[in-house]
């Protein structure tokens, strides 16, 4: 690369929960730079999730980094092409990278929920994701399989 690498900026905590990781999670959610809306989907999603937890003596914001825990993949497969071949080669996922993929994850597959609102789609995600069920979690599932199929090729690693 010609040019060094970009400073990472600090997040600002968000107002509700004075957290980090909830500002990333509602940059991602948010479309046509309107955060506020995407703030109100994630707050809206909390309280749906509040309401609708059985674990008692946990808050929704314990769900949630719960089923984000459950979502993070910690092994991909990347492609490499050695001789004239493309490989599938299992590598380990940089901490922050992981973290991203989860919340990536999470946003898409509640986007194809087939519920009422947004902020539905994702509690009800949220809800499934910390009980290792739901599609998010089958994403992660599948990505650790290809990996592990593709243990043979570990040795072409760069």
């Known amino acids: 690369m010609r040019k060094r690498q970009a400073k990472k900026r600090p997040l600002l905590p968000d107002p509700r929960f004075n957290d980090q990781l909830v500002t990333r999670f509602v940059n991602m959610m948010m479309w046509d730079g309107k955060k506020s809306v995407a703030f109100k989907i994630f707050y809206d999603a909390m309280d749906i999730v509040e309401e609708k937890k059985q674990d008692e003596e946990k808050t929704a914001l314990e769900v949630w980094k719960d089923a984000l825990s459950n979502v993070m993949p910690h092994v991909e497969v990347r492609s490499r092409r050695v001789g004239g071949a493309t490989f599938q080669i299992p590598m ?13 994850w999470l946003i898409s597959y509640s986007r194809k929920r087939n519920d ?6 994702l509690a009800s995600e949220v809800l499934a994701a910390s009980k290792e069920e739901g599609a998010a979690v089958k ?7 290809m990996a592990e199929a593709n243990k043979a ?6």
């Open 92 to 104: 380990q996922i940089r901490p922050d990278r992981k973290v991203s993929m989860a919340m990536k």
């Open 139 to 145: 994403k992660r599932v599948d990505t650790h399989k």
């Open 153 to 158: 090729f570990s040795h072409f690693r760069f």
């Open 116 to 121: 009422k609102s947004m902020a539905l789609k």
